[in-house]
């Protein structure tokens, strides 16, 4: 079981999904990985004003989130499970976010300008965990919760994939969930998984309602892979600390709903060996269905079920 590192550079950076990309790392199941991240616009800013440029090693016309990978696992073969366990998030100094300047979809709905853009620009205090923005006299401030927007296998599908919508192998999922101590499962779709990470949020709302959460880069990422042989999954699944993920993604917010929440009542089948409709009036009394983003061409339904909400007795220990 090593430990590899991955420092962000041209040569390890791309903006698209593809199972044609190559790897840029190869590892065994039950290996870790450190790496960083760099910053939404494909770049770095430094204290002193100074700041680095990067580029994609794929070449695209109009790359999309700079990734780190692909990062290939040996014998992933499609049909098995890739679980990618967070140990470590910590992010850079810096942050932003924006809202209006677009005619996007939330942007209609509340009522905000399509012409003027507003960037806030945050100072991210790592110590305490909080970030700092200044909008005219005021200082604002929110507690920070890092985690990772991108985490994400190749799909099947030949050719270059967009890196904006999620998909069943994962992607720009943007579920503020995937903290420090979480575990994303992954089904694999492509020989080696080829697993790519990106887009640092330090903090973010259920819906991502402005379509940015603070974008920063991250200074240091740790995770450790596992790959499941026998064990297959149509969509990923997370363990997180605050509970149990599935996922639905789907152009209608109500078919991602149904989506996430059938995949939760497959989840409980399989965990507390219950039928289907046990499975939903059990769910009934503590499953939370959550928006995980509004703004990412398909919309994302998160389901929660919270860990140790359901005491499971024997029928004896139910009587005494």
Not at 24 to 49: M, P, Q, R, Y
Not at 115 to 141: C, P, S
Not at 230 to 246: F, H, Y
Request: glycine residues 10%; proline residues 5%.
């Amino acid at each position: 079981m090593a430990t590899h590192h991955i420092e962000a550079s041209d040569k390890v950076l791309h903006g698209s999904f593809s199972p044609e990309h190559k790897p840029v790392l190869t590892i065994s199941t039950g290996d870790s990985v450190t790496l960083n991240t760099i910053g939404l616009e494909w770049g770095l800013k430094h204290k002193d004003g100074s700041t680095v440029s990067f580029r994609s090693s794929t070449k695209e016309k109009k790359p999309g989130h700079p990734l780190i990978g692909p990062i290939k696992v040996k014998g992933a073969r499609p049909g098995m499970m890739l679980a990618v366990r967070i140990n470590k998030i910590v992010p850079g100094w810096y942050g932003w976010n924006a809202g209006g300047g677009s005619d996007a979809w939330q942007n209609e709905q509340a009522d905000i300008s399509s012409e003027d853009k507003t960037v806030l620009n945050w100072e991210l205090d790592v110590e305490n965990m909080i970030g700092k923005t200044i909008i005219g006299t005021r200082e604002f401030q929110v507690p920070l919760s890092p985690f990772m927007g991108v985490l994400a296998n190749a799909p099947a599908e030949k050719g270059t994939h967009s890196t904006i919508p999620p998909r069943y192998c994962g992607g720009n999922i943007d579920c503020k969930e995937l903290v420090e101590g979480s575990t994303i499962y992954l089904p694999v779709a492509a020989d080696g998984a080829l697993f790519s990470v990106g887009d640092g949020h330090a903090a973010q709302g259920d819906g991502e309602i402005s379509g940015t959460a603070i974008e920063c880069p991250m200074d240091e990422v740790s995770m450790t892979f596992t790959l499941f042989e026998n064990q297959t999954i149509s969509l990923p699944r997370a363990d997180t600390p605050s509970g149990w993920l599935t996922f639905g993604f789907h152009e209608d917010l109500d078919q991602a709903a149904g989506i996430a929440l059938k995949e939760m009542i497959d989840f409980m089948q399989e965990r507390f060996q219950v039928s289907r409709e046990e499975a939903m009036a059990l769910g009934s009394t503590v499953v939370d269905l959550r928006i995980t983003q509004i703004v990412n061409q398909v919309k994302g339904v998160h389901a929660v079920l919270p860990h140790g909400v359901l005491e499971v007795k024997t029928s004896d220990d139910a009587i005494r």
